[in-house]
């Protein structure tokens, strides 16, 4: 597609050092273009894309943020601690909804 994703792996106490991040890209799942639930588009295609890669990409950003990015979406979570033993999961910026970064002003929404 030619979209170059470095590959980084940085945590605190490595050779490498610095605040931890990492950032990798991967395939979806056989027979997939993204990462719903059937594998099917729910948006149009963000950005510089031309066509689906059937791959994605996946960043962390210390020990609670992520991000995944497909070519039609994106979803960003994070994890945040309430007590020693207890975690809440928040999704930015929706309350308990997923933030859905899309190319579209309104995408349709499929179930799942």
Known sequence: MGVVIPEVVRWPGTPTGGDGVCCLYDATLPGSVTGTE???????LMGDFT??????IYVEIGPASFFLAYPDYGVMYLFVPKGPQETAHALPGCG??????TNASSA???GG
């Not at 059937?38 to 149009?44: E, F, I, L």
């Not at 066509?51 to 994605?56: K, Q």
């Not at 308990?96 to 970064?101: A, D, G, I, K, L």
């Open 96 to 101: 308990t909804s997923p933030t859905w970064p």
């Open 51 to 56: 066509d689906y890669d059937s791959g994605f």
């Open 38 to 44: 059937d594998g099917r588009p729910v948006a149009p």
């Open 108 to 110: 349709t929404t499929r």
